[in-house]
């Protein structure tokens, strides 16, 4: 086989074949890094839709636990921590009402169910410190 001689202005590639391994490493290339940045795309727009509900579980899981110490150390009483249980079922329908529209949650829900969890979490802390004791 003949050699083919590159031009000037191409950088000279050794192998077996001459012009065709550097021309097909260089578009392999190409295509391997638009495979990637596509995944990494991909990857950080379901990472993100993932996360909203993910936070939104997580901060109602702290609220119970907040929940269950207040009852534990008796600074919330029965009847209060029956309302605060039921107020955050309501949040949790929801936030399952949200996803279930259209699989997502969008910004404008997203910002709603975060004024709504801290206004739960205002609402643990007021009935947590009102005065009123279990006995």
Known sequence: MFPIKPS??????I???GY???????????IIMKITFI???????SISAISA?????LSLHDESLRIHQGVASGQLTAFEAAR???EKAMLREEAARYKANDGRIGPRERA???RDN??????ICRQKHDRQRRF
Do not use: M, W
């Not at 097909?24 to 190409?30: A, D, I, L, N, V």
């Open 53 to 57: 509900t993910a936070q939104n579980n």
């Open 112 to 114: 709603d169910l975060r």
């Open 84 to 86: 605060l249980n039921t």
């Open 15 to 17: 192998g077996v074949t």
């Open 39 to 45: 995944i990494a795309v991909v990857a950080l727009l």
């Open 8 to 13: 000037p202005e191409q950088p000279v590639c």
């Open 118 to 123: 801290r206004r739960f979490s205002a609402n």
């Open 20 to 30: 065709f391994d550097f021309y097909f490493t260089k578009h392999f290339k190409r």
